[in-house]
């Protein structure tokens, strides 16, 4: 059994678990600018002479959603990183390292919180 302690799947398993938690947060976070910014396209109708109600919503809904992917991509990162702590050095591939995707995450956070700044003002 000492070959399942040394198991390179486990990483990649980890690996495609953050690739996930990415994707999730990015597509949340675009969703969440789809919502502000149709709300935008609602107040054009609206001045157009269009008989259409808007609440006023739609930008702090939009910018919710835009945390909630930044919430989800750093969420992801925190715990890919205390994943690969735990792992032993032998279950890493020599080749593979978790700066490259640790630091996309985090410049993906960033931006992703500077989109909600940008929608709420």
Not at 51 to 59: A, K, L, Q
Not at 61 to 74: E, S
Not at 86 to 92: E, F, K, M, Q, V
Not at 114 to 119: C, E, I, N, Y
């Amino acid at each position: 059994m000492p070959e399942s302690e040394t198991d390179p799947r486990v990483y990649f398993a980890a690996e495609r678990t953050m690739l996930a938690w990415l994707r999730t947060g990015i597509a949340i976070m675009a969703f969440g600018f789809v919502v502000a910014r149709f709300g935008v396209f609602l107040r054009l109708l609206q001045a157009q002479g269009g008989t259409v109600h808007t609440h006023g919503v739609s930008p702090y809904l939009g910018a919710i959603l835009v945390v909630l992917g930044v919430v989800a991509t750093a969420g992801g990162s925190v715990q890919y990183r205390h994943f690969c702590h735990t792992l032993p050095r032998a279950s890493i591939p020599a080749n593979s390292s978790t700066v490259f995707l640790l630091s996309l995450s985090w410049a993906l956070v960033v931006i992703g919180l500077a989109l909600g700044v940008v929608l709420i003002v």
